[in-house]
């Protein structure tokens, strides 16, 4: 065998390899986390709304959400745009590997959003947020905690007045 029929015939055996692997891989469903800041001008509705596009398009792209966390406004380490507060969220989902491509095309696109960071969670991540999530999900909240019970009153011991007659 001549070396360039060897290298098509590695050639071809790749590229068919390679679209099987693709394929493969697409039908995996992976766990990824994705935090994402928005610029601290927006109003509640707007920043309701804004959480919820990035959800549809989660949802619409075959993802499942997992957890949805908001964390509120918060400072940042250094100025973005000019801006020293951010409204963050915390988004957990389960997908294909495609879906964090379309994710962060959506995120570019929405002038919104000063950063973002998306990472697909190992094993031993995957069980912390697990065992995180039920942490949270078991602990009482303040509101729901029962009033506590007024201490019970020792019993005063009785003093007589002594007196210098």
Same mark, same amino acid.
């Given at each position: 065998m001549q070396s360039t029929e060897f290298y098509y015939l590695c050639t071809a055996f790749c590229k068919k390899h390679t679209f099987l692997l693709i394929s493969y891989l697409k039908n995996f469903m992976y766990n990824y986390e994705t935090v994402f800041i928005l610029t601290p001008v927006l109003s509640d509705p707007q920043m309701k709304e804004a959480v919820e596009k990035f959800k549809t398009v989660l949802t619409d792209n075959g993802a499942t959400i997992e957890n949805e966390e908001l964390w509120g406004m918060r400072k940042l380490a250094y100025p973005i745009q000019k801006k020293s $507060?951010?409204?963050? &969220?915390?988004?957990?989902?389960?997908?294909? !590997? $495609?879906?964090? #491509? +379309?994710? =962060? $095309?959506?995120? @570019?696109?929405d =002038?919104?959003?000063? *950063?973002?960071? $998306?990472? *697909?969670?190992?094993?031993? &991540?995957?069980?912390?947020?697990? +065992? @995180?999530? #039920?942490?949270? +999900?078991?602990? !009482? +909240?303040? =509101?729901?905690?029962? &009033?506590? =019970?007024p201490a019970a009153e020792a019993p005063q011991a009785e003093v007589n007045e002594v007196t210098n007659e």
């Open positions: $507060t951010g409204f963050y &969220a915390f988004l957990e989902f389960a997908g294909e !590997p $495609t879906i964090v #491509s +379309k994710l =962060e $095309t959506a995120y @570019r696109r =002038e919104k959003v000063l *950063r973002f960071l $998306t990472f *697909r969670q190992d094993k031993f &991540a995957h069980e912390y947020a697990l +065992k @995180r999530r #039920s942490l949270k +999900k078991n602990a !009482p +909240k303040a =509101e729901e905690a029962p &009033a506590e =019970e």
